[in-house]
């Protein structure tokens, strides 16, 4: 009796060793369905055209995943060039690349493309108008994307990623909240704190479907709406912290870079599209917290 190989997806996750990236890693083994390759800098400089041009030489995929980010909101402004090469010159790259060898694009994107001034959750046809460095090079990488027009390519525009990998504002409020007796956190923020592991999943789930012929744009965060001071509050709460967060105005703690006061992003069209649940942000927190603890 002659056994028939279940056909496999091929996908190559770039920016590996990121939040995202680390966290579909994390949770590939619930879909056997994919097999997937994982790029990290050390094996491709994202700052390198011709190196990203050459690792496509002789492989293939039938998916690419491209999680790689310069994510450094503040020395982008003093490294503009460096942010360009990785957020703009090299997503353009890989949209060409993709739409030679027929892969399907899924690429990482943020809120900071827009001005943070709105009065509503942002959609997707909202105008960009980012207002750093940072923000301008995702922008440029968006547009890029949707000049050279791959089929079957998605744009995902986040916010506020955190997880039990790498550096973010729950790590940090964590070693903050265990040093210090008081801490002041900026409370004239808004935005929705988003899960990375709830993101990868997204990812992977909705993958299958992704069938259009010119790029499409999407927001996905978690659900409900938070500022740096609640989510400092709830990171405290869930931790068994004892430490006392001062609400501190966005003039009070100076950065090199402006941060959007407002960052909620409008998900209905993901959720409509792709008959998809999104958890609540601190149900979500509970759980990488708990994650944490674990790790320990």
């Not at 496999?8 to 056997?32: C, D, F, H, W």
């Not at 992003?265 to 944490?292: F, G, H, M, R, V």
Request: charged letters at 25%; proline letters at 4%; hydrophobic letters at 35%.
């Amino acid at each position: 009796m002659t056994t028939v190989k279940a056909i496999m997806t091929k996908l190559l996750v770039t920016g590996a060793n990121g939040q995202v990236g680390s966290e579909i890693r994390e949770i590939s083994g619930i879909y056997p369905e994919y097999e997937i390759t994982y790029m990290d800098r050390s094996i491709v400089d994202m700052a390198d055209t011709k190196a990203i041009e050459r690792y496509f030489e002789d492989k293939t995929f039938d998916a690419l995943i491209n999680c790689a980010a310069y994510t450094a909101v503040d020395k982008a402004e003093s490294q503009p060039d460096l942010a360009d090469a990785i957020n703009s010159r090299a997503v353009e790259t890989l949209a060409k690349i993709a739409k030679a060898k027929k892969m399907s694009l899924i690429h990482i994107s943020t809120d900071y493309v827009f001005n943070g001034q709105n009065y509503r959750p942002y959609m997707e046809s909202d105008s960009t108008d980012p207002q750093g460095v940072y923000g301008r090079s995702k922008r440029d990488g968006e547009e890029a994307i949707v000049s050279v027009a791959p089929a079957n390519t998605i744009i995902i525009r986040t916010s506020w990623v955190y997880s039990s990998f790498g550096n973010n504002f729950l790590k940090t409020m964590l070693r903050l909240g265990n040093e210090k007796e008081r801490i002041g956190v900026i409370f004239d923020q808004v935005g929705t704190p988003t899960y990375a592991r709830d993101l990868a999943k997204m990812i992977l789930d909705i993958l299958p479907n992704i069938q259009n012929g010119h790029p499409e744009i999407y927001h996905y965060s978690n659900e409900g709406v938070a500022s740096w001071y609640d989510f400092a509050q709830a990171i405290f709460e869930l931790s068994g912290i004892q430490c006392q967060v001062n609400p501190i105005t966005t003039d009070q703690y100076p950065t090199p870079a402006t941060r959007p006061y407002y960052s909620l992003l409008n998900k209905n069209k993901i959720k409509q599209k792709y008959n998809i649940d999104i958890p609540y942000w601190k149900d979500s927190l509970e759980k990488c917290i708990a994650l944490l603890g674990e790790k320990e």
